[in-house]
């Protein structure tokens, strides 16, 4: 089992473990994130900058009324969906201490500790945009659950499937479903995936992110 702690974002910064110019803090301090995860007292996680901006994107051309933020961290994107007038999120994650504290002040904001590879097997649960921003290890397996992630959305998703580089050969195994795109941001490479009537608004995304 992992070592877990919560830690804030300036004393990372104070110690050295974390640049005050990195993407991460700059991004946390934007969207106003103090607090991460620290895990077995060396792996620190929080926002990158590829999932923020097409996140971000996203909410402005769908308008979504509902989010869900599965393997949520920090709460970056929640947070995010929040400021941009979403009025219900539920975020879900097996660590959600730094997320809490993140979201303490933020309304329409539902946190679950779950795994989230168990949240995607409940029925009945539906969101108008879904970030899914996974580990590195578990990025097959929540790739294999391409269709039930599908049947939750009702606009779209959105999902973090590795580096640029690492991601070619899982585009090459997923590309066959329909109404999917690959988008690559700041060295990472993500799927999305939409309803039908939403394509035009995902072709627009893809191409101001270029």
């Not at 539906?126 to 921003?133: N, P, W």
Request: contains cysteine; aromatic residues 8%.
């Amino acid at each position: 089992m992992k070592k877990t702690r919560i830690v804030k974002i300036s004393w990372l910064i104070k110690v050295g473990r974390l640049s005050p110019m990195s993407p991460t803090a700059l991004i946390s301090e934007k969207i106003g994130i103090k607090w991460l995860m620290m895990f077995d007292d060396e792996y620190v996680y929080g926002p990158t900058p590829g999932i923020v901006e097409i996140a971000d994107l996203l909410v402005s051309q769908l308008k979504p009324k509902t989010v869900i933020d599965l393997f949520g961290g920090s709460g970056a994107l929640s947070k995010l969906a929040l400021r941009r007038n979403v009025e219900k999120v539920i975020y879900v994650d097996l660590y959600p201490d730094a997320a809490t504290l993140n979201l303490k002040e933020c309304r329409g904001i539902e946190i679950v500790k779950q795994d989230a590879l168990e949240f995607i097997e409940k029925d009945g649960i539906y969101c108008d945009l879904l970030f899914v921003d996974p580990p590195e290890e578990l990025i097959d397996e929540v790739l294999s659950k391409i269709g039930r992630m599908r049947r939750m959305i009702k606009k779209a998703g959105l999902i973090w499937i590795g580096s640029s580089d690492v991601a070619k050969r899982r585009i090459r195994r997923i590309r066959r479903h329909k109404a999917i795109t690959f988008i690559n941001a700041w060295g990472d490479a993500f799927m999305i995936t939409w309803k039908p009537g939403f394509g035009e608004k995902i072709e627009r995304i893809k191409q101001i992110i270029g």
